[in-house]
C-alpha cells in the first residue's frame, strides 16, 4: 500500500432473544404454551465481516470492497398446520435453527 491507500478491516457480532409475551395465532394455547411465559423463544445471531480499499490516484479516487453477512435464527418448535398451526409444539420441545 501507498500512502494514498487505505485498506480497513470490519468485523461484528450481535445476538438478539425475543422473550415470550403470550401471543399466539388463533388465541390458540396450552399448557407447554403459557410454562413459557417470560422465558426466550426466538434468538437471532448474526455475523459480519468485510474489507475495504480506498485509494487516491492521478485520475481520480477508487473504492472496492468485500462483505460477507450470515445470520442464524433459532426458535421454539411450534405446530405446521391445523389447530396446533402457530403453538409451541410440547411433543417437539426445544431448538429449530435456519441458517
Not at 19 to 30: A, C, E, L, R
Not at 34 to 59: A, C, I
Amino acid at each position: 500500500l501507498t500512502p494514498e491507500q487505505t485498506l480497513e478491516f470490519e468485523a461484528g457480532f450481535s445476538r438478539q432473544g425475543n422473550i415470550y409475551t403470550g401471543d399466539t395465532q388463533n388465541t390458540n394455547s396450552n399448557n407447554y404454551v403459557k410454562q413459557m411465559l417470560g422465558h426466550e423463544t426466538n434468538r437471532m445471531y448474526r455475523e459480519t465481516y468485510s474489507v475495504t480499499h480506498r485509494g487516491e490516484w492521478d485520475f481520480g479516487s477508487s473504492l472496492a470492497y468485500l462483505q460477507y453477512e450470515k445470520t442464524r435464527n433459532s426458535r421454539i418448535n411450534e405446530g405446521l398446520a391445523g389447530g396446533t398451526e402457530g403453538i409451541f409444539d410440547p411433543n417437539n420441545a426445544g431448538f429449530y435453527t435456519a441458517t
